[in-house]
């Protein structure tokens, strides 16, 4: 069934922040035992931004949506919604929507934070879209924000070494007819929600001495599970899209995959039988960002005059959850 929403909706301009601190993977060999080959190798990472201790989410997430705005040339009192995507909110509550509200003055808008991990933004760019299409708000800012190294455990190199800190912001509202989304395909199976969590700090397991003491407030993932699941789940969500719309891979500009790992994405992209030039790729750069790596990848690809008005583009993710999916868009400016 084609997901079609009943007005026509897309992304009308793009931002980014990251924080100015870069640890390539050299400097994690000096804290812990790894080696850039074993790094750059086995994920396609070279470097990722780290904030400086004292840094919440808002404080990224705040200037990507600011420089939303800007490009789109309308003030933060013009959005009638805030949408935050993170698992690294400034704090449990109030959301960090609340914050960045307050911090770019959207005096006419409500938020709310929306947690999905790495499909975060895509689950938030839906929920955007379908409000729009409804006609209850007119324009959203949709943020996805994560501070990944407030929750790695530098003693377990297999995961810490994989991620990083930014933000990416879209302006998402009404679009000419025959551009914006398209169609979406979103998934959960919280069966695997064991293989990449946190274990403590919610309600189920409360932050005690005994749970920090266990290094239960950091990411646990087991690599090789969400391996094998992002790679078969990727891959056939985002063939499914453009199959039941009926293009090919060549008819494809941009493919923005969630830069986990560029093995999984450049396995997607073989599936979509697709120029490699045609996939965007920042993970060399700045790991995995969890909820902000399909939103900065996007701005940088806009930067980069890599999508032009009404090219065919598919966002495909995948995270803990575990939840996936994709969207398809036809560029809308
Ligand atoms: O965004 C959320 C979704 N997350 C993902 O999509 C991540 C999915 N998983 C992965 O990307 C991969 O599973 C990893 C990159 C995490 C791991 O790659 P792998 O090829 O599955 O490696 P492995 O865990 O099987 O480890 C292979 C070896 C082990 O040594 P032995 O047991 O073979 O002697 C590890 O101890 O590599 C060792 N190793 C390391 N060596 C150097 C693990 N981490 C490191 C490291 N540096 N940082």
Not at 38 to 45: E, K, S
Request: hydrophobic residues 45%; aromatic residues 6%.
């Amino acid at each position: 069934m084609n997901r079609r929403l009943s007005a026509p909706v897309g992304i009308t301009a793009t931002g980014q922040c990251f924080p100015p601190k870069v640890v390539t993977n050299d400097d994690l060999s000096k804290i812990m035992e790894t080696n850039d080959e074993w790094i750059r190798t086995r994920t396609g990472i070279r470097e990722r931004r780290w904030v400086e201790p004292g840094t919440g989410a808002s404080q990224l997430g705040a200037p990507a949506l600011q420089m939303a705005l800007d490009n789109r040339g309308i003030k933060a009192s013009e959005l009638d919604l805030i949408l935050v995507t993170t698992v690294t909110p400034d704090t449990l509550f109030p959301a960090t929507a609340c914050r960045i509200q307050d911090m770019v003055g959207a005096s006419n808008a409500f938020g709310f934070d929306l947690n999905a991990a790495c499909s975060g933004f895509l689950y938030a760019l839906t929920t955007a879209a379908s409000l729009v299409a409804a006609g209850g708000v007119r324009r959203v800012g949709v943020v996805g924000v994560d501070i990944m190294s407030t929750i790695i455990n530098l003693e377990d190199r297999a995961t810490s070494v994989l991620f990083g800190d930014g933000a990416g912001a879209a302006i998402v509202e009404r679009v000419e007819d025959g551009l914006g989304i398209l169609d979406f395909e979103h998934k959960v199976d919280g069966s695997g929600g064991c293989f990449l969590f946190m274990p403590a700090g919610g309600s189920l397991k409360p932050a005690t001495a005994e749970t920090v003491a266990a290094k239960e407030h950091y990411i646990h993932q087991a690599g090789s599970e969400v391996f094998k699941n992002a790679v078969r789940e990727m891959a056939d969500n985002s063939k499914l899209l453009m199959d039941r719309n009926g293009f090919r891979g060549d008819e494809l500009k941009l493919f923005v995959p969630h830069q986990a790992n560029i093995r999984i994405m450049d396995a997607a992209a073989k599936r979509l039988e697709l120029d490699p030039a045609r996939m965007m790729v920042n993970i060399d750069r700045y790991a995995n960002t969890t909820t902000a790596t399909i939103p900065t990848a996007l701005h940088q690809a806009v930067e980069a005059k890599r999508v032009e008005k009404g090219d065919l583009v598919v966002l495909s993710a995948f995270g803990a959850g575990f939840t996936w999916g994709s969207t398809l868009l036809r560029w809308a400016y």
